[in-house]
């Protein structure tokens, strides 16, 4: 049996358990600071009191995956379990988001001036964005694009195809299993560090490139452009027309070097 509990705090929504959703009912929440809604299909209203928790009469859930969309004005969205589907969160002004795991085909979450954190993704394609904040992720899978115009960027393990971009922040990737990854930072530094038997076409480019000893490319090619370095090279015999890091930190630094999965997990900080 499917069931859906929520806690209540001064301006905080509590996700703490939601195995799937697409309700047969549509369920708006308000509290104080924080705003939030869920939409589903079909089905009646139940009612909901002005500014709580809807009531004991609400009806059980039919959870079988369509969409959660949430809004937060001010507050906190904490997600403590596993959300299942198709997921819509956004947070405005301080707000922050904090997810447990997100598993499904779609998940957008953007914040402006909040932390956005997610320790498991496991989507087809995930866009995930925030005006000022940081985006922290733990382990996500499959094609994901992240975006920052003043915030930092942090990916502990990603496994698929990955798209970061921050305008005055700085990245900190561990790559483990490779699709395509291009990163730049149009202001800041990067910090790439991949598994030691990947493969990959290898292209960065910034103002100063240090390529750790530890990591072997061939056919490493350097050139200086424009007050900055190319370096390109084949990552233990990769193709060039497979898979491909690009890094591009124009005012920064790019540092690339090989880190073990068991270092990843950061146990031994």
């Known amino acids: 049996m499917f069931t859906l509990r929520w806690g209540w705090g001064l301006g905080c929504l509590r996700l703490c358990q939601l195995r799937a959703w697409a309700p047969e009912a549509s369920v708006p929440w308000a509290c104080g600071a924080c705003q939030a809604r869920m939409y589903g299909s079909g089905g009646s209203k139940p009612e909901v009191s002005p500014s709580g928790p809807a009531r004991p009469s609400l009806k059980e859930w039919a959870l079988m995956s369509q969409k959660l969309h949430i809004e937060s004005k001010g507050g906190k969205v904490i997600c403590l379990g596993t959300i299942y589907g198709n997921i819509d969160i956004h947070a405005s002004d301080k707000s922050t988001v904090t997810v447990n795991k997100l598993q499904g085909s779609s998940v957008n979450i953007s914040t402006e001036d909040g932390l956005l954190k997610a320790k498991y993704l496991y989507t087809e394609s995930s866009f995930l964005s925030s005006a000022a904040g940081d985006i922290s992720l733990g382990s996500v899978h499959g094609n994901i694009t992240l975006q920052s115009k003043l915030g930092n960027i942090t990916v502990d393990s990603s496994s698929g195809c990955l798209n970061a971009s921050t305008h ?14 291009d990163l730049k930072s149009h202001k800041g530094s990067i910090l790439v560090k991949v598994a030691s ?10 103002k100063k490139i240090d390529v750790n000893s530890e990591v072997h490319v061939e056919e490493m090619n350097e050139a200086h452009k424009d007050d900055g370095v190319v370096i390109t090279g084949l990552l233990n015999q990769a193709s060039k027309n497979e898979k491909w890091i ?6 920064g630094t790019i540092s690339f070097r090989s880190q073990s999965w068991f270092q990843s997990l950061k146990l031994l900080d």
């Open 197 to 206: 038997s990947l493969q990959a076409y290898l292209q960065l480019s910034g």
């Open 168 to 181: 005055q922040g700085a990245i900190d990737v561990y790559v483990s299993h490779l699709g395509k990854v």
């Open 246 to 251: 690009k890094a591009d930190a124009p005012q």
